[in-house]
């Protein structure tokens, strides 16, 4: 049974850090792509950064860039987002989602949701105060 479990999140001031963490299982992690995807209330569903199924490449979000580095340990079955700078904007709940597709597709493909499988977390919320 494939579990995507986040961890991490919080309420901070802005320009303050979290790091989320997502713990997978039921699955081989090093075969998937991995990303971080945020949702507030009343918005849509914002793909906010992706990474290759090794760890040598990564996406982001023009929002975050600069700012959140997505990375993973295959070792552990983790994937993280260090999240720096954080915004008022950046308030929401924060989900991970794992897909079966090859490095050279993640990017685009996972960001669009182009993927005939995908696994979600519940997801962990992050609220940044002015």
């Known amino acids: 049974q494939v579990q995507l479990v986040e961890s991490g999140g919080g309420s901070v001031q802005a320009g303050g850090s979290l790091r989320l963490s997502c713990a997978a299982s039921?699955?081989?992690?090093?075969?998937?792509?991995m990303g971080w995807f945020r949702q507030a209330p009343g918005k849509e569903r914002e793909g906010v950064a992706r990474?290759?199924?090794?760890?040598?490449?990564?996406w982001y979000a023009d929002s975050v860039k600069g700012r959140f580095t997505i990375s993973r340990d295959n070792a552990k079955n983790t994937l993280y987002l260090q999240m720096n700078g954080l915004k008022p904007e950046d308030t929401a709940m924060y989900y991970c989602?794992?897909?079966?597709?090859?490095?050279?597709?993640?990017?685009?493909?996972?960001?669009?949701?182009?993927?005939?499988?995908?696994?979600w977390g519940q997801g962990t919320q992050v609220t940044v105060s002015s």
């Open positions: 989602a794992a897909a079966p597709l090859t490095s050279s597709t993640c990017g685009v493909r996972l960001s669009q949701l182009l993927t005939p499988l995908i696994f």
């Open positions: 039921g699955y081989t992690f090093s075969d998937y792509c």
């Open positions: 990474i290759s199924n090794g760890g040598a490449r990564t």
